[in-house]
């Protein structure tokens, strides 16, 4: 993969894809500001360095239809802000006008797209679209992690239209956290697996058995393994047609030499409510009807010491439903236990690094992810296609 500190881009007009898909609130305020804070040294760099600036983004699902709620503007507004500079801005990202306005740019300038996601053309990766992109630049980079598991126009396809194309400082970040953790891990390299289903998660748990010293399994898929072993975990969330490939999973672990560990003990709850009533109980010991919502202390005392001497960490998924205080314990515990660990750290994106955050331990792991579908696709063992259409 091409990085961008081997192009010299002083002079020429680059087009960074960039991830401002912003989270934002009824008004069209920016909630949260994290994914541009992560592309600001790129984009300082690429000024300093002289280089004429178009960022590309997506934002929302727009679904092909120009609509003002989608609008990249306030992320214009806020990049402005923090670079304490001027950021241009065009409401289209193809055509004359953003052709003109790119042409009048001056070196160091920046100019920001309006959503490419206005076009269907984007996600059906069209080659013309692409071309079109491509059209307005020099230098394309790929700094958007978080889109860089799909096949699309601003990601991949528009790397066959333009001469020069390299990663980003993010992208490059990203990939190499994941595999430093992953292909020359300090061990014992844990891995702590949660979230909801079985079946998003199916693929990186069979990759995962490929190097893993230890895997702990909590949130709602430790009801799938669990049953798969006999226990009847009742009114939990159960994917019932996965329970031979759950059984399949522990068995080729204990073939491989790595202690998979389930959970002993569950918080049940009686309904799936942040007020519901809730006890902890023995796994087998399910009350009729009722739900596991997280890990109970015993289980999340046992993770956080499989944790503790770990030399590397791989997490991606909660223990539990972290978004309901009363059953984050789990989560908190087995989050403490990475935060205090001395290994190298590495959080997933998406549903993790939120629940990292929501547990304060965001800035006491060594990398969390800024994005959870590339950061999956990493974890199957999978190539991105937004990294491969750049060697
Ligand atoms: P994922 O995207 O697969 O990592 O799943 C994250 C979601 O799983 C979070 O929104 C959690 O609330 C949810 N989750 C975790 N544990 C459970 C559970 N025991 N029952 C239901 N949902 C759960």
Redesign the pocket.
Known sequence: MKSIRDIAVDNKTVFVRVDYNLPMDDEGNITDDNRILATLDMIRYLRDKGARLILASHLGRPNGVRDDKFSLLPAASRLSELLETQVQFVDDCIGQTVKERVSALENGQILMLENLRFYNEEKKNDPTFAASLAELCDVYVNNAFAVSHRDQASVTGITTHVKEAAAGFLLEKEVRSYYDSVENPKRPLVAVI????VS??LAALENMLNFVDRMVI??????TFLKSQGVDTKG??IESDLLDTAADIIRKAGEKGIELLLPMD?VAAAA?DKDASYRVVACNEMPDEW?????GPKTAKSYAEAIADAGTIVW?????????ER?RNG?QIVADAIAGSRGFSVV?G???GL?AKICGIADKVSYISTG?GAFLHMMEGKKLPGVAALE
């Open positions: 949660g979230g909801a289903k998003s998660k909590g949130g709602a898929m430790a009801n939990s969330m569950l799936f739900m596991a919502l997280d890990i991606n998924g909660p223990m539990g439903v972290f978004e309901m059953f989560t997933g998406g549903d993790t629940a959870g």
